[in-house]
């Protein structure tokens, strides 16, 4: 396997000698905001997000500040996608790691999976039709929490290149 980094990006690309297969991936570092609540609007490619508090995505938030806060919560950050190499791959995947309990993951504004439970990964497919190439792209995560701790707490959330068959939610 030989990895190659895009210049000026945070595109990796992994070449399989073995198999000649190529694929691509990029880790989504943020920086990630976190606000407490439930609006509708917050899911918005336009909505103003510069005065939420920053977050860590590998930690609940009753560790950042929220101490014994269940209920709603939205995650957003800007990712910029680059239309080389991106734009050839047969699809893209979001890989958002595990989240406590249940979410509804947005990309500019279009819903794109749902997952109800705390242990369990979320890996939903983004369709090429809401990617903004070359350009600030939203990715926002509604939260709901039960009880005990809440929100994203484990593994690293990335694009990579690939296609599963989500249902359609538009």
Do not use: C
């Not at 979001?94 to 242990?119: E, K």
């Not at 350009?135 to 990335?158: A, C, H």
């Amino acid at each position: 396997v030989i990895a190659i980094l895009f210049a000026g990006t945070t595109t990796l690309q992994i070449f399989d000698v073995a198999t000649g297969s190529k694929s691509y991936e990029m880790t989504v570092t943020g920086p990630w905001k976190l606000q407490m609540g439930d609006r509708d609007e917050w899911k918005d490619r336009e909505f103003d997000d510069s005065s939420w508090k920053t977050a860590a995505t590998a930690a609940a938030w009753e560790s950042q500040g929220y101490p014994n806060y269940d209920g709603m919560g939205w995650y957003r950050t800007h990712v910029k996608i680059p239309a080389t190499p991106w734009k050839k791959v047969e699809g893209i995947i979001l890989d958002v790691g595990q989240i406590d309990d249940d979410d509804s993951t947005y990309f500019n504004g279009r819903l794109i999976g749902r997952t109800s439970g705390w242990q369990k990964t979320r890996t939903y497919t983004i369709p090429e039709s809401a990617i903004q190439w070359d350009d600030d792209n939203v990715i926002s995560i509604q939260v709901s929490d039960g009880g005990g701790g809440g929100g994203m707490y484990g593994g690293t959330v990335k694009l990579r290149s690939g296609f599963m068959n989500n249902f359609d939610y538009e």
